[in-house]
């Protein structure tokens, strides 16, 4: 008897080429065929938080922890080709020697959602510019949530900003002016939202603080905001 960690892959030993590749509009996505799009929007839910939007490495995960594997999708190790690429998918760190942060993914996604992803993941490695296209329309429906803000604020803010976003990141006293208290910053979020994805210069602020639109999504942005204001204290005569 086959436990249920390798139904996938005995299922998609099964399936026919012809299946497996076909991605029409009419049938694609998670009560269809495999394809690309579905694949980038898998990712995106899945993977990004490690691997980064674009598959790139900087996931909002892998540049919080300290001395984290490099996971980026372009320079694999171990998911060298399609047949590997979808056992690390399936089996996680139970395949090879692949890191053991990586979680088997065989019990949780369907295997439409597998095959899609590993169609993405190869499409990254052939078509980077076409593939990043796929990955920026699927990471802008993603759900901005405070928790992903502070995955991402940890990892790309808190140098500067420091952890609790007070101004006291460990560049902190190299910079003039120094960073933002953001705790006691009024600043309403439209106002925020644009000197994140414009820039300190842009703004005519300090042009110590870097723009971001062209690493961050629109929802990763709106998160990092929403993160902000859980460190604000709540108006008077308002429950935070």
Same mark, same amino acid.
């Given at each position: 008897?086959?436990?249920?960690?390798?139904?996938? &892959?005995?299922?998609?030993?099964?399936?026919?080429?012809?299946?497996?590749?076909? !991605?029409?509009?009419?049938?694609?996505?998670?009560?269809g065929a495999p394809c690309l799009q579905y !694949?980038?929007?898998?990712?995106?839910?899945?993977?990004?938080?490690?691997?980064?939007?674009?598959?790139? !490495?900087?996931?909002?995960?892998?540049? &919080?922890?300290?001395e984290y594997p490099a996971v980026n999708l372009m320079q694999p190790r171990v998911a060298t080709d399609g047949n590997s690429l979808r056992r690390v998918v399936i089996e996680g760190s139970r395949f090879a020697d692949t890191s053991p942060l990586m979680p088997p993914w065989g019990d949780e996604l369907t295997l439409t959602q597998i095959?899609?992803?590993?169609?993405?993941?190869?499409?990254?490695?052939?078509?980077?510019?076409?593939a990043l296209k796929l990955s920026r329309d699927a990471a802008a429906k993603v759900e901005p949530t405070s928790k992903l803000g502070r995955a991402i604020f940890i990892g790309r803010c808190a140098l500067c900003h420091g952890q609790e976003a007070q101004g006291d990141g460990r560049m902190a006293s190299r910079l003039n002016p120094k960073p933002v208290n953001l705790t006691k910053s009024r600043a309403p979020d439209s106002y925020l939202k644009m000197m994140i994805s414009k820039g300190g210069a842009a703004m005519g602020r300090s042009p110590s603080m870097p723009t971001w639109e062209g690493d961050l999504s629109e929802p990763e942005i709106d998160s990092v905001i929403l993160y902000i204001n859980t460190l604000r204290p709540a108006p008077k005569g308002v429950a935070k």
């Amino acid at each position: 008897m086959f436990s249920r960690q390798w139904w996938p &892959t005995l299922l998609l030993a099964l399936l026919p080429a012809s299946v497996l590749a076909a !991605g029409s509009a009419n049938y694609c996505g998670e009560d269809g065929a495999p394809c690309l799009q579905y !694949g980038a929007n898998v990712f995106q839910e899945r993977c990004a938080l490690c691997h980064g939007s674009d598959g790139l !490495g900087e996931g909002a995960l892998s540049l &919080t922890v300290k001395e984290y594997p490099a996971v980026n999708l372009m320079q694999p190790r171990v998911a060298t080709d399609g047949n590997s690429l979808r056992r690390v998918v399936i089996e996680g760190s139970r395949f090879a020697d692949t890191s053991p942060l990586m979680p088997p993914w065989g019990d949780e996604l369907t295997l439409t959602q597998i095959e899609s992803v590993v169609m993405f993941v190869a499409y990254l490695r052939k078509d980077l510019e076409g593939a990043l296209k796929l990955s920026r329309d699927a990471a802008a429906k993603v759900e901005p949530t405070s928790k992903l803000g502070r995955a991402i604020f940890i990892g790309r803010c808190a140098l500067c900003h420091g952890q609790e976003a007070q101004g006291d990141g460990r560049m902190a006293s190299r910079l003039n002016p120094k960073p933002v208290n953001l705790t006691k910053s009024r600043a309403p979020d439209s106002y925020l939202k644009m000197m994140i994805s414009k820039g300190g210069a842009a703004m005519g602020r300090s042009p110590s603080m870097p723009t971001w639109e062209g690493d961050l999504s629109e929802p990763e942005i709106d998160s990092v905001i929403l993160y902000i204001n859980t460190l604000r204290p709540a108006p008077k005569g308002v429950a935070k």
